[in-house]
């Protein structure tokens, strides 16, 4: 029996950059690509980080939601850092996005992201049963 695959597309959150989906939806769960802290409506990314992560987390919910989940069925995220030293403030933001829930995380960091991004975000949601 085929897998039934459910592309997630949401004009509230960026576009993506490239040939994939937003999310896509598959026996009972979401594969969100990662985000980055682009404004949906300008497609600007701000050069400050904090206001970078708190708009790719805004973005990871708006589509996490446009899936028919939420971040409260969040399973697992990851987080790509240019800088390892934003850690404790990527905690911060993080926090008040997951103020009681607390998904399984890896925060991995890397030489470069897309568009000089300093941090994206990747999430695995449970779909409402």
Avoid at 39 to 55: K, N
Wanted: proline share 6%; hydrophobic share 45%.
């Amino acid at each position: 029996m085929p897998l039934e695959l459910k592309v997630v597309h949401t004009n509230a959150a960026p576009a993506a950059i490239g040939p994939y989906s937003q999310a896509i939806a598959c026996g009972g769960t979401v594969y969100l690509s990662g985000q980055l802290g682009c404004d949906p409506g300008t497609g600007v990314l701000p050069e400050d980080f904090a206001v970078q992560t708190r708009q790719a987390l805004t973005n990871l919910k708006t589509i996490v939601e446009a899936s028919g989940s939420s971040l409260e069925r969040v399973v697992s995220v990851d987080v790509y850092l240019l800088e390892m030293t934003n850690f404790g403030a990527f905690n911060e933001i993080y926090a008040e996005f997951f103020p009681q829930h607390r998904p399984a995380r890896a925060v991995i960091g890397v030489a470069a992201l897309p568009r000089e991004a300093q941090v994206e975000i990747r999430c695995i949601a449970a779909l409402a049963g």
